[in-house]
T-cell receptor, first 113, second 113 residues
Framework: ETGVTQSPTHLIKTRGQQVTLRCSSQSGHNTVSWYQQALGQGPQFIFQYYREEENGRGNFPPRFSGLQFPNYSSELNVNALELDDSALYLCASSLVTNQETQYFGPGTRLLVL | DQQVKQNSPSLSVQEGRISILNCDYT??????FLWYKKYPAEGPTFLISISSIKDKNEDGRFTVFLNKSAKHLSLHIVPSQPGDSAVYFCAASARAGSYQLTFGKGTKLSVIP
């Protein structure tokens, strides 16, 4: 069973730029969620995708958007980057028959200067 | 408004002793609870979970207790091992909907040999 992978591992952007983060879900998992973890905080839910459609969203502005592809890989896009967007971005996947348990990737650390 | 609270930022325990990590929640809609372990530079690793219909779930050295009336759960690790040293996150979800996880801020456990 393959794990959840994310790319890139680290990224540096400047304020106002756009960024795309990628996630490859665990084999057989067809629900993917994205979380933002700021320093010293727990992960915070951004949104979830199921069957390529958004299936729930946390308290994040529309400049945070996502895509899920037929092979269950996923992207997180953030437009008009702000300094406060600097964080660890985590992707998690789960089986639709057991959505309660989510399995996380290693994350992408984004620094906005 | 923090719906999941881990009030102890850190905990030190001697190897072989019991580690008890605590978590409180405020949202009555939460009906599924999870504990994750996180090492530096890695994503959270699922440890153990409990449904609100139970008050105890055990998996090897790890036991989670749920007290619904007090809106409190705890994770017991017996016996503690140096490899258990990590940050532990408590998370909760309300099954109706997108199964988004709400996390606490984490407790850093140090097991001293």
């Amino acid at each position: 069973e393959t794990g959840v992978t994310q790319s890139p591992t680290h990224l540096i952007k400047t304020r106002g730029q756009q960024v795309t983060l990628r996630c490859s879900s665990q084999s057989g998992h067809n629900t993917v969620s994205w979380y933002q973890q700021a320093l010293g905080q727990g992960p915070q839910f951004i949104f979830q995708y199921y069957r390529e459609e958004e299936n729930g969203r946390g308290n994040f502005p529309p400049r945070f958007s996502g895509l899920q592809f037929p092979n269950y890989s996923s992207e997180l896009n953030v437009n008009a980057l702000e300094l406060d967007d600097s964080a660890l971005y985590l992707c998690a996947s789960s089986l639709v028959t057991n959505q309660e348990t989510q399995y996380f990737g290693p994350g992408t650390r984004l620094l906005v200067l | 408004d923090q719906q999941v609270k881990q009030n102890s930022p850190s905990l030190s325990v001697q190897e072989g002793r019991i580690s008890i990590l605590n978590c409180d929640y405020t949202n009555s809609m939460f009906d599924y609870f999870l504990w994750y372990k996180k090492y530096p530079a890695e994503g959270p690793t699922f440890l153990i979970s409990i449904s609100s219909i139970k008050d105890k779930n055990e998996d090897g050295r790890f036991t989670v207790f749920l007290n619904k009336s007090a809106k409190h759960l705890s994770l017991h690790i017996v016996p503690s091992q140096p490899g258990d040293s990590a940050v532990y996150f408590c998370a909760a979800s309300a099954r109706a909907g997108s199964y988004q996880l709400t996390f606490g801020k984490g407790t850093k456990l140090s097991v001293i040999p």
